[in-house]
């Protein structure tokens, strides 16, 4: 019996491999609002679509998994002579919203499904698609399981009458969400940034910033070739910490088989200073094999985090969200473990100089250890609030500031005005400011606790059809793409695998008391 099941688990992982009729999984894909990125050979962007074309096996899964606040869908047949003209009008609009060079990105998800694919003529059916070219509008949580019938009332799904041009189809959206996008809006020009001040709410599109974050430090890592023998423990250590506590499903499950196979990508006994370089080298190579939050991510833009200006914000912003919602969701019995593991990540890891030393005086200065979640996360926010002081100096001297986001007092009052005993002058600095630190850590681990996360909850909540939220992160799909029954349930098995771990994992960490100490900061 236990042969006939290895056998049969040894056909399941076979069949994606050996299945000719099926689409090939776009296993190198990076996010579902790049579509085609590379152009060919050629690599002019004539050959290149923006919009992202589904079809019935991807339909629900990109639309449940996408950053976007609204999505258009545009139903069409590729034989449509009428479809094939209005082709370059939609890439038109989809250019500004779509792909890794988007001028507006993460705001509105186009999209195309070709009916005269037989795979796609129920999925037509559903919209009762009468026409080609026929274009739809709505929350893409609304095009989960959705459908659309002309007599229909009270939907939230629209069909869009005006746009047989660019700029008719573009008019039609700026008067739906009261905007003024523009066909020759270029890369930080007509801004219509939110306030991240005045609406709370706005942190929940951050969780998506802490993915791009999180993918980005991973990958400078590698190509900065720094892990060595002296650095390789303090990354285990962080992620340690991320396969229970990172706010992402992806980015955990992925730093979970990351941790799993360290030892084989980096094996210890490799570490003596004359093999030094064959670790970096080897641990490249296989490393560079692992996407640590899933093959969708970076998507190459920001969302929270994205700056009026092109070298504003970004990275340090979502590096920053990561550590604040690191800081809160962790046990009391972790808060040393956590303070040790952030300090020598930074200090090992982020390779802005000024930066780092600034963070490492900071962790330096604290004399004896945390044993409260609350100790720890009102020391990471003091911290954060003196760098963005001292910043302000910098900044206003060398007129480098984000005019849009300028470096603040955090949190505002405007966001949490119990956190202050008495009204602020402008011009207070944080240590003077009378704050009421229990309503300082209220905030903090609602902001970056439930509110971080409050889209990944929404989204767990479509998933009533009882499919695993891991396995279909992994068989997001970009193109057309048929997912082969045997890689389905390869990839379950695979889910499970990791999901246990990182259960297992959690219930360890919450049984343990970290009292590590700063060994590898006092080498600086």
């Known amino acids: 019996m236990y042969q006939k099941l290895l056998i049969l688990i040894a056909n399941l992982l076979l069949l994606p491999i050996l299945s000719s009729e099926a689409a090939p999984l776009s296993l190198g894909s990076r996010s579902i609002l790049r579509s085609i990125t590379d152009g060919g050979e050629g690599g002019g962007r004539g050959d290149v679509d923006d919009a992202v074309e589904l079809n019935v096996t991807s339909f629900d899964t990109v639309f449940r998994d996408t950053p976007a606040t609204y999505a258009v869908v545009e139903f069409f047949a590729h034989w449509c002579p009428a479809c094939r003209n209005y082709k370059p009008h939609y890439e038109k609009v989809a250019r500004l919203f779509n792909g890794p060079n988007a001028v507006h990105p993460g705001i509105i998800l186009m999209t195309r499904?070709?009916?005269?694919?037989k795979i796609n003529t129920k999925l037509c059916d559903k919209f009762s698609v009468s026409h080609y070219p026929m274009l739809f509008w709505g929350p893409p949580s609304k095009f989960v399981s959705g459908s659309w019938e002309p007599k229909q009332e009270k939907s939230e799904i629209h069909i869009i009458d005006d746009a047989?041009?660019?700029?008719?189809?573009?008019?039609?959206i700026n008067k739906q969400t009261g905007s003024s996008y523009g066909l020759e809006d270029e890369k930080f020009e007509n801004e219509q940034l939110p306030s991240n001040i005045s609406d709370p709410g706005?942190?929940?599109?951050?969780?998506?910033?802490?993915?791009?974050?999180?993918?980005?430090?991973?990958?400078?890592?590698?190509?900065?070739?720094?892990?060595?023998?002296?650095?390789?423990?303090?990354?285990?250590?962080?992620?340690?910490?991320?396969?229970p506590h990172h706010p992402s499903r992806r980015c955990r499950k992925g730093s979970a088989e990351i941790l799993v196979n360290f030892d084989d990508l980096s094996p210890s006994h490799m570490q003596s200073p004359d093999k030094q370089e064959v670790v970096i080298s080897n641990a490249k190579g296989a490393l560079g094999n692992f996407q640590i939050c899933g093959k969708e991510v970076p998507r190459g833009y920001w969302m929270f985090c994205r700056g009026s200006k092109n070298d504003t914000r970004g990275f340090s912003c979502g590096l920053w969200v990561l550590l604040h919602s690191l800081s809160v969701r962790i046990d009391d019995g972790e808060s040393q473990f956590t303070?040790?593991?952030i300090c020598d990540f930074i200090h090992n890891f982020f390779i802005c100089e000024e930066c780092r030393q600034h963070f490492y005086e900071m962790c330096s200065s604290v004399t004896s250890s945390f044993s409260k979640t609350r100790d720890f996360?009102?020391?990471?926010?003091?911290?954060?609030?003196?760098?963005?002081?001292?910043?302000?100096?910098?900044?206003?001297s060398l007129k480098t500031a984000d005019p849009k986001f300028p470096k603040?007092?955090?949190p505002p009052a405007q966001l949490c005005s119990s956190c202050y005993r008495s009204q602020r002058k402008a011009d207070t600095k944080f240590s003077q400011i009378d704050w009421d630190e229990d309503e300082v850590f209220k905030f903090l681990s609602s902001y970056y606790g439930k509110m971080l996360v409050s889209v990944y909850k929404e989204k767990d909540l479509l998933r009533d059809d009882g499919t695993d939220g891991a396995l279909e992160d992994l068989v997001v799909t970009t193109n057309a793409v048929v997912v082969p029954v045997g890689a389905a349930l390869a990839i379950a098995?695979?889910?499970c695998a990791f999901g246990a771990l990182a259960c297992y994992w959690r219930s360890q960490q919450k049984n343990r008391k970290y009292y590590y100490q700063l060994h590898s900061l006092k080498n600086i």
Do not use: G, P
């Open 113 to 117: 499904v070709d009916c005269a694919l």
């Open 164 to 172: 047989r041009t660019a700029d008719r189809l573009l008019n039609w």
């Open 202 to 243: 706005q942190i929940s599109r951050a969780v998506y910033d802490v993915e791009e974050a999180t993918a980005t430090a991973f990958d400078i890592i590698l190509e900065q070739k720094m892990i060595k023998s002296e650095t390789r423990a303090s990354l285990i250590r962080f992620l340690q910490l991320l396969v």
């Open 339 to 341: 303070f040790t593991a």
């Open 377 to 396: 996360a009102l020391w990471l926010w003091r911290a954060h609030n003196s760098v963005n002081e001292r910043l302000m100096i910098e900044e206003a």
């Open 408 to 410: 603040i007092i955090w």
């Open 493 to 495: 098995l695979a889910s």
